[in-house]
C-alpha cells in the first residue's frame, strides 16, 4: 500500500531504522531487500521528527508552533510527522533559500532599512507562511508512545558515535 499521510505506519514502527539500531546489526543487510521506499522515506522524516522532539524536550519547552523551510518542507507528509511528533502545529515558508534571506534581513535592519527585526520579519516571513497545520492526533499518540524508546536507542548509541568520531580525527 502506498504511503499516505492519513495511513499511520502499517508496521509496528520504523523506529528500528530511525535510531539506527538496525544499521549496525548484520540482520538488517539481510532484510533490505524487505524494506520498501515508502518505509525508508518514512523512517527518515520519522527520524527528523523524532530528533526535533528531543531537541525540544532538551530545551524544556515546546513551542506554540514550528516553521519549516527548505524542499522538504513542501511536503504535508514530512509536515504531518513533524508536527505530530514534536505535539505542535506546524507552518511552513515559502521564501526561497531562507538561510540567504535571514542573513540579508539581519543586514537591512543594521542598515535601517528596518526599524526591527520584527518589521523585517512582518515584511519578508509572514507573507510566505502557510497556513497553521495542527497535528494529527493518532499519529501524535503513536509518536508519543514509541518517544521514550527513540530515546533509549539515542543513547545506547552514544559510545559508537563517540567511537566514530575518534576514528574520524584518527584519519584526518
Known amino acids: 500500500m502506498p504511503f499516505s499521510v492519513n495511513v499511520l505506519p502499517t508496521y509496528p514502527s520504523s ?8 544499521t549496525l546489526a548484520t540482520p538488517f543487510l539481510s532484510k533490505v531487500r524487505q524494506v520498501f521506499f515508502p518505509d525508508l ?9 523524532f530528533a526535533a522532539a528531543d531537541c525540544y524536550n532538551a530545551m524544556g519547552i515546546v513551542p506554540n508552533e514550528v516553521r519549516l523551510s527548505g524542499g522538504a518542507a513542501q511536503s504535508a507528509v514530512l509536515r504531518t510527522i513533524v508536527s505530530a ?18 542573513a540579508a534581513m539581519m543586514a537591512a ?30 499519529l501524535q499518540e503513536l ?30
Open 15 to 22: 523506529l528500528k531504522l530511525v535510531a539506527g539500531v538496525r
Open 41 to 49: 522515506m518514512r523512517s527518515v522524516m520519522e527520524g527528523l521528527g
Open 109 to 138: 535592519v543594521s542598515l535601517g532599512v528596518y526599524d526591527s527585526m520584527d518589521d523585517c520579519v512582518d515584511a519578508w516571513v509572514n507573507p510566505l507562511l502557510s497556513e497553521l497545520e495542527p497535528p494529527d492526533s493518532r
Open 85 to 102: 511528533a514534536v505535539g505542535t502545529s506546524v507552518r511552513y515558508s515559502a521564501r526561497a533559500e531562507a538561510g540567504a534571506a535571514g
Open 143 to 172: 509518536y508519543q508512545s514509541l518517544f521514550p524508546t527513540y530515546v533509549s536507542a539515542r543513547e545506547a548509541l552514544e559510545p559508537a558515535w563517540s567511537s566514530i568520531t575518534r576514528l574520524q580525527e584518527i584519519g584526518s
